[in-house]
């Protein structure tokens, strides 16, 4: 953001094209009444302005000058919280794939805390060896964002789906989000609640510590046996 003081030096030498509102046919009309740059349209008479361009007139001068009075467009909300990742090489292991997917939907369920945010559709997306690509989901009575639960329904997606080996990426996405959902907590069963304080101090503990600081006992038991294998 330019503070008044600032827009003579920072703008002021840049050509007209560079405003907004102003095309090819709106910079040829400012070429044509001897206006090149920015500073020479912000010291040109405002009212001969709106008479040659009519109402962008107007607003191209008040750029030139440093006024902005456009409403200021805020972040909008996500429509969906997606993570996959492409596995390196082939992967032929039904439990690796499963326990990517678990990390996924960990990193999923994460992002939808972080921003307040619950989901009505679980989705999953596989690419097969032959790079076909498939999404499967299902819609929930009621909106979650618990790492367990989008979990239980991502892996029984997956397992109802796989078909055979190898796979090349998997996915999870939460959609149907809803902002006002998120306290409604009289709302869930009692295993989402346990499992949403659960994840909002898993969350707390990463955020100080760090993502490794918390792993589930899953993944490190896979991860052991990786390190056993290589051994």
Known sequence: MLRPEDVSGAIWPLPVKELPSV??????????????????LA???KNR???MLGSVGESIH??????DTREIETEQE????????????????????????????????????????????????IRFGDFRTITR????EEAVNADGTIYRIARELFLSNC?????????????????????????????????????????EIRERYGRDAVKRASLISRNESSEQRRL
């Open 23 to 40: 095309g090819p046919h709106t910079e040829k009309k400012l070429k044509q009444a001897g206006i090149k740059t920015i500073g020479q």
């Open 43 to 45: 010291k040109f008479p």
């Open 49 to 51: 302005i709106i008479k």
């Open 62 to 67: 008040e750029f030139a000058n440093g006024i």
């Open 78 to 125: 996500p429509k969906s919280i997606c993570e996959e990742t492409t596995f390196p090489k082939d992967v032929y292991d039904r439990e690796k794939a499963l326990t990517t997917l678990l990390e996924l939907t960990e990193r999923v369920g994460y992002r939808l805390r972080r921003k307040k945010l619950m989901g009505r559709i679980v989705a999953i997306k």
């Open 137 to 140: 989901s299902r819609m929930l």
């Open 163 to 203: 078909g055979k080996p190898p796979w090349r990426l998997v996915g999870v996405q939460v959609s149907n989000l809803d902002k006002g959902s998120y306290e409604q907590v009289s709302l869930f069963s009692s295993i989402e609640k346990k499992e949403r304080q659960l994840g909002k101090v898993i969350d």
